[in-house]
């Protein structure tokens, strides 16, 4: 069992910054493969990102590739999500989530698998 804090989101400015950190509760971190969904008024839930346990693989939609930078601190509990180039279409709730699956992209892409989620942090990209 984990729980999850997201916090880092705000407004920004379009092709702007921002990084989002979620802090983990517990020892057993590093046995979660850690994700990151958003969901923008109206729509489903959209994966963003996801990472291995180790941190050693990561993968990501078309949408934030070459984007997004998703990566992990397993000492310090902590996962994160680097934004580079916002757009106005990236405005959304962005939450965290931990799973115990197998890495694969069966899983790992499907909110339906994570067992663990934050409370969410908004992130508005100004137009």
């Known amino acids: 069992q984990v729980q999850l804090v997201e916090s880092g989101g705000g407004l920004v400015q379009d092709g702007g910054s921002l990084r989002l950190s979620c802090a983990a509760s517990?020892?057993?971190?590093?046995?979660?493969?850690m994700g990151w969904f958003r969901q923008a008024p109206g729509e489903e839930r959209e994966f963003v990102a996801a990472?291995?346990?180790?941190?050693?693989?990561?993968d990501y939609p078309k949408s934030v590739r070459g984007r997004f930078t998703i990566s992990r601190d397993n000492v310090q509990n902590t996962l994160y999500l680097q934004m580079n180039s916002l757009k106005p279409e990236d405005t959304a709730v962005y939450y965290c989530?931990?799973?115990?699956?197998?890495?694969?992209?069966?899983?790992?892409?499907?909110?339906?698998?994570?067992?663990?989620w934050g409370q969410g942090t908004q992130v508005t990209v100004s137009s």
């Open positions: 517990g020892r057993t971190f590093s046995t979660y493969v």
């Open positions: 989530a931990a799973g115990t699956f197998w890495w694969t992209s069966v899983y790992y892409t499907l909110k339906d698998k994570y067992a663990y």
């Open positions: 990472i291995t346990r180790s941190g050693s693989t990561t």
